[in-house]
């Protein structure tokens, strides 16, 4: 099984201010296709998880562009570059390019 | 607008069982792969299992294999679930969620599933 392991687990941040979680994979998430299959999700205080960024680095549909991914291999990493009041939640890392496996949350609160 | 809705979540007896349903509307349920994914409360995210546009592909994760059955109707826009031979640790928010080409990308609000004597 692929582990996937998230730092920080908590991020306290300053409005308006950058942050930034990391996320590392066991193995590689090249699949045999070329594609990485790495995605990011938003999880906001009693709402259900929401897509922010799939294969590394493409915005999902009405996700602002201060979300960026990027990273490779095992590597990943999700940037706010400014943060605001409504990104407070939980953000998870996944993989779906071996049985699809979670990081275990970074939660994200303002300073 | 796309909608998943579960239901069928309840208070269940351990060994019990249970068939959660999800019904779809806005987009083409027969274009797309499926998943259910749970939160046991105040945790984070599990995949659970997975079916194919055919149901001719199908998975689960190791801590439900044996014990839960997805499976579709794509005459009725439903996906479900049934769960067998519940335990406590089965416990949590289930979501059904749309699932093309490796992407989770709409998920429903959840329904609850709690297993307890």
């Known amino acids: 099984d692929i582990v996937m392991t998230q730092t920080p687990l908590s991020s306290p941040v300053t409005l308006g201010q950058p942050a930034s979680i990391s996320c590392r994979s066991s193995q590689s998430l090249v699949h045999s296709d070329g594609i990485t299959y790495l995605s990011w999700f938003q999880q906001r205080p009693g709402q259900p998880p929401r897509l922010l960024i799939y294969?590394?680095?493409d915005r999902f549909s009405g996700v602002p562009d201060r979300f960026s991914g990027s990273g490779a291999g095992t590597d990943f990493t999700l940037k706010i570059s400014r943060v605001e009041a409504e990104d407070v939640g939980v953000y998870y890392c996944m993989q779906t390019t071996h049985f699809p496996s979670f990081g275990q949350g970074t939660r994200l609160e303002i300073k | 607008e796309i909608q998943l809705v579960e239901s069928g979540g309840t208070l269940v007896l351990p060994g019990g069982s249970l068939r959660l349903s999800c019904a779809v509307s806005g987009f083409t349920f027969t274009n797309y792969d499926m998943s259910w994914v749970r939160q046991a409360p105040g945790k984070g995210l599990e995949w659970v299992s997975y079916i194919s546009v055919s149901s001719s592909t199908i998975y689960y994760a190791d801590s439900v294999k044996g014990r839960f059955t997805i499976s579709r109707d794509n005459a009725k826009n439903s996906l479900y679930l049934q769960m067998n031979s519940l335990r406590d640790e089965d416990t949590a928010l289930y979501y059904c969620?749309?699932?093309?080409?490796?992407?989770?990308?709409?998920w429903g609000q959840g329904i609850l599933v709690t297993v307890s004597s």
């Open positions: 969620v749309r699932n093309p080409s490796r992407l989770l990308d709409y």
């Open positions: 294969r590394v680095s």
